[in-house]
């Protein structure tokens, strides 16, 4: 099989495996080697544990990988807690794209139960299954076989590698989790709308809608905000204020089909959100030749949201600041003004209380994931060109409303 193969050939020495151990700390690296390498205590005791497997996913086809992935961690979600399970990359340093995704899988259950739910992707050319075993001080990796082999299977030893400069995972976010043009986001919906009849339905609007363009016409003026920051409130008020046009990202337009790519896997799911900016982008163009435009939210929640999930643990994990990831595409209009609605911590609480329906899966991580709202805000204030400017939406809605607007004329000379 194609992916076996390419596991067993020598590729596979020139790879770096992570293994997220802890979101709160470094992963854990290492490299294969044909030659044996005695292992520190850190190693020796997270290959020692039960029964060890690992399990990546990879294709060409990236829509078919993904949904590989997506399917496997839903049956992996349901192993009983003796089961534990991790999430775990192989990637080759510095070459972008080079990552695929996997999981890794302890066992302590008697007998054991996830060697059931692992037998069921042997058959599939996308999924390669690894298992490990530890031998004193030396620990190997093994193509895993749940039958007998007719050939010894090949050791793969076990070797630390250093921490690299920057999380893995962000060599995989272009074109998988952030998209910066429109084609490429278009091209994701093209390749799975035989197996997605909406992926058509949403590509004809995006066709209708058309190029957006700049214009010398009025302001167009972003807000952007995470959970209870009064966005909607804010963005009411601003559209009666300046008797402006309100516009959304993503559309009004998109809002049948929001619900079927919620539940489609991230690269899917990204593609949809982001042609929802280039709809609202030929929006805004249209609307601004006739007064200014308010739009509630845009491509900075779009990249911020799929940047701090792409990343797993800690906010240090993020690209850094001045990666090319934070850039703002090259095709998408531009607005003049954009504003990050923030409020502290006991408001936000208050506010959750009194909070309706109507959010998506990151939405509802940000109410339970402190770590996830860290990553999420902490991506809003690298994008750049243009960046966020910062309001304290704290206040009474009068009083935010009263401080925007003295932004806006001060920045827009409304």
Not at 37 to 62: A, P, T, W
Not at 315 to 331: A, G, H, I
Not at 356 to 377: A, H, P, S, Y
Request: net charge negative; proline share 6%.
């Amino acid at each position: 099989m194609l992916s076996r193969t390419m596991f067993r050939c020598g590729q596979m020495y020139s790879r770096v495996f992570a293994v997220e151990v802890d979101l709160l700390t470094e992963p854990l690296y290492f490299t294969l080697s044909a030659k044996p390498h005695i292992l520190h205590h850190d190693y020796q005791r997270f290959f020692g544990e039960g029964k060890l497997f690992s399990l990546y996913v990879d294709s060409d086809n990236r829509i078919q990988k993904a949904q590989t992935h997506a399917e496997i961690k839903t049956k992996l979600s349901k192993l009983e807690r003796d089961c534990v399970v991790l999430e775990t990359c192989s990637y080759i340093p510095d070459v972008k794209n080079s990552v695929v995704k996997g999981f890794c899988i302890r066992d302590k259950s008697t007998p054991g139960i996830s060697e059931e739910i692992l037998k069921t992707f042997r058959q599939n050319e996308s999924v390669c299954v690894f298992s490990y075993k530890l031998d004193g001080q030396y620990c190997w990796q093994e193509l895993w076989s749940h039958v007998n082999q007719t050939e010894k299977a090949e050791r793969q030893y076990i070797t630390p590698a250093s921490t690299p400069l920057y999380h893995p995972s962000t060599l995989g976010i272009r074109s998988s989790d952030v998209f910066y043009s429109k084609e490429e986001a278009y091209m994701v919906l093209q390749e799975c709308s035989d197996i997605l009849p909406e992926s058509k339905a949403v590509l004809q609007l995006v066709d209708e809608q058309g190029e957006s363009s700049g214009s010398d016409g009025f302001p167009v003026i972003v807000i952007e905000g995470l959970d209870a920051t009064g966005k909607t409130t804010l963005t009411e008020a601003l559209r009666e204020s300046l008797n402006a046009t309100l516009l959304k990202s993503p559309p009004q337009c998109l809002a049948p089909f929001r619900q079927c790519f919620d539940s489609e896997p991230p690269v899917i799911r990204r593609a949809f959100y982001a042609l929802g900016n280039y709809i609202t982008a030929a929006q805004m163009g249209k609307e601004s030749l006739k007064a200014p435009v308010i739009v509630d939210r845009y491509w900075h929640s779009t990249a911020a949201y799929a940047i701090a999930t792409a990343v797993s643990g800690r906010v240090e994990n993020l690209p850094r600041p001045d990666s090319e990831l934070y850039q703002w595409p090259e095709d998408l209009l531009r607005p003049n003004l954009v504003l990050m609605l923030n409020v502290n911590p006991e408001e936000r609480m208050r506010r959750l209380k009194d909070r309706g329906q109507d959010k998506t899966i990151e939405e509802n991580e940000l109410e339970v994931n402190q770590l996830f709202r860290l990553k999420v805000e902490e991506a809003y204030k690298r994008i750049q060109n243009p960046s966020c400017i910062s309001v304290d939406a704290s206040p009474s809605p009068q009083e935010v409303l009263q401080q925007v607007l003295r932004l806006i004329r001060n920045k827009c000379q409304l």
